[in-house]
Structure formats: C-alpha cells, structure tokens
C-alpha cells in the first residue's frame, strides 16, 4: 500500500483509513469511529503522519498515556483492541499486539470474574408494569414499543438498539429460529446470526409481531434510530426514580445468558448454573460441579466450552472471552 492511502495528516485522511481498517477486519460503522479516535490519539503523540512510520516504541507511548488518562477502564480497553486491530492490518513483523493485562489495563475483576448482573424478576415486572400503566395515562404507543423490546430482549438475547430495530414482520419463525440479519436489524459490527427459541420464546416474539401490525409499525423504534433510544434511557431513568427500583437493559440479556446455560446443561441431564449465579470461586464452582455430577474435569471442561461457544454466537459476540463475563 503506498504512503498516500496510510496518512494520518488529518481528518479526512484518518476516516478513509479507518474505513479500510474496519473493512479489512469485517466489522462495521462503530469500529470505524473507535478506529479513527485511536489514529487521531496515535498521531497526537507520536507525531507521525503516515501509519508506515508506526513503530512499536509508538504504540508503547499510547499505552502509557492510557494508563495515567482519567477515563474509564472501558474507554481505554476500546483503544487497546484498536490498536490492535491497526496492527494486524499493517501486519509489520516489528510490531506486536497490546495485551491488556500486562499493561495493568485488563477490565476490572468484577467483571472478569462474572458478577451476577441480570435484572431481578420483580424489577423487570414492574418495569413492564409501568410501562403498561404509562401507555395507558400518555396514550403515548412508545411506552408499549419499549415493553415489547424489553420483552423480546430477554427472549432473544438480543441489544437494546437490536431489539429496537429488528424487522420482526419480515422473520419467518415456523422453524423456531429467529435470524439476525447482517444490515436492517441492528446488529453490532453488522453481523447476521441464528437464535434459536423456545416456544415461550417465540410467543414473546410473536406478541411484538402483532403489536407492529396493530399499529402499522416496521419496527419498535418510534422515530429515528438515536430518538428510540434517548426515549428508552430516560424511561427507565423515570422508572428508578418513581419506584426505587434498579433495572438496566442489558440485564435481560445477562439473564438470558444464564437461562442459556442452564438449560444446555439440563438438556445433558445436569443442573448446573453459571458460576455469576452460584457467586462462587472458579476452583470452588469446578470442584463443586465434578463432585455432584460425577463428571471428570475433563469432561466438563469439553462440554462448557461447547456451551459457552454457542451461547457466545447466540449473543453475537466475536469471542468466547466476552461472554465469560456474562456467565463467569
């Protein structure tokens, strides 16, 4: 690649750059921005104007700036992965990917270790509750929207931008499968994937389909994409505020991890809950799991990362690591 399609000298040329980047690795518009944020931050510090000056001792002063900057420890993992993402399309022998957890910037160890952050069964129900009871006093067809979104959120495992955006009238559900598309429904990087469903499951999904018919809908998103969801924030913002109650939407995504695993294990003829649920030590949560299903360490290791890998494609992440903080 010439010099001229690796500059960084300024704006435009960092987001053409980006948008290669991001290509070369399939991901989608939301990389793209982490991308350029991090080229801009390469170039502030190092001072180079073409990505075939990046050296390594580079990469180590943005490391280091991220290690004493303010922001959150989400923030600078994101510029770690883009970093790393830069990298491996340069793909230059003298550079190395950034691991996280040997720069002292791995995320922290709440969330590494799993802490059970699905939502409790009495908050999602009032959640509902007022959002039902808000439709009713507003006339407002936002407040059912966002309580079919949360609904089919826990059904599917899907985001809450997802399940805002999903066409669900387009989906064919006889075969109990609900299928993500790659553009049109909201996925994250713009990937399509396969949800397989219960037939509770799939009756959650089928009372959304006939709401957007009722009221003539394409999807549960009233408005623009960034409307739906600043209604959506400041719903819930309401909600805890009136009831004192504390309910987050990736709560139901979390529960439907754990609901996922159980089940898996129950298909095997186990009872075995993730070790966010049991809230217990690695070592202890194994030990405890060998001794009441007379399984070999190996055995169950073979088969929980054969569950985790498919509840990780249900979820739509990349890699198996992501969902480990789900599950723990």
């Known amino acids: 690649m010439n010099d001229k399609a ?24 939301a990389t793209t921005e982490k991308i350029s944020a991090t080229l ?10 073409s990505l075939k000056s990046l050296e390594q001792s580079h990469i180590n002063q943005v490391v280091e700036k991220l290690r004493t900057s303010d922001m959150s420890l989400s923030n600078k993992n994101s510029y770690i992965s883009s970093m790393n993402n830069i990298v491996k399309y340069l793909n230059k022998d003298d550079l190395r990917a950034i691991k996280a957890g040997e720069v002292g910037l ?40 966002l309580k079919h979104a949360v609904s089919i959120q826990l059904s599917a495992g899907l985001r809450l931008r997802e399940s805002l955006q999903v066409k669900l ?49 394409e999807n549960l998103n009233i408005g623009k994409l960034q409307q739906g969801r600043n209604f959506a924030n400041n719903a819930v913002k309401e909600f805890r505020k009136e009831n004192g109650a504390y309910f987050h939407y990736h709560g139901e995504r979390h529960r439907y991890a754990h609901e996922s695993y159980k089940n898996a294990w129950t298909a095997q003829g186990y009872e075995i809950e993730c070790r966010a649920r049991t809230g217990e030590t690695k070592e202890t949560w194994i030990s405890n799991i060998l001794e009441t299903t007379g399984l070999s360490k ?11 890998q498919e509840i990780s494609r249900q979820l739509g992440h990349e890699r198996i690591e992501i969902t480990e903080r789900y599950l723990g």
């Open 40 to 49: 801009l931050e390469i170039k502030e510090v190092s001072g180079i104007k």
């Open 298 to 308: 190996q055995e169950f290791q073979t088969m929980d990362k054969e569950i985790r």
């Open 106 to 145: 791995s995320r922290n160890i709440a969330e590494r270790d799993g802490v059970n952050k699905e939502n409790s069964r009495e908050a999602a129900a009032g959640f509902k509750e007022w959002l039902n009871q808000k439709s009713a006093e507003t006339k407002d067809i936002r407040y059912g929207a």
């Open 169 to 217: 009238l387009n989906k064919d559900l006889s075969q109990n499968i609900l299928k993500i598309a790659m553009k049109g429904d909201g996925s994250k990087n713009s990937r399509e994937r396969e949800i397989h469903l219960t037939q509770e499951q799939k009756a959650a999904l089928s009372e959304a389909r006939e709401f957007l018919k009722n009221n003539k809908l």
């Open 6 to 29: 690796m500059s960084i000298k300024n704006d435009s040329k960092i987001s053409y750059l980006a948008r290669e980047i991001t290509s070369f690795i399939g991901r989608g518009s």
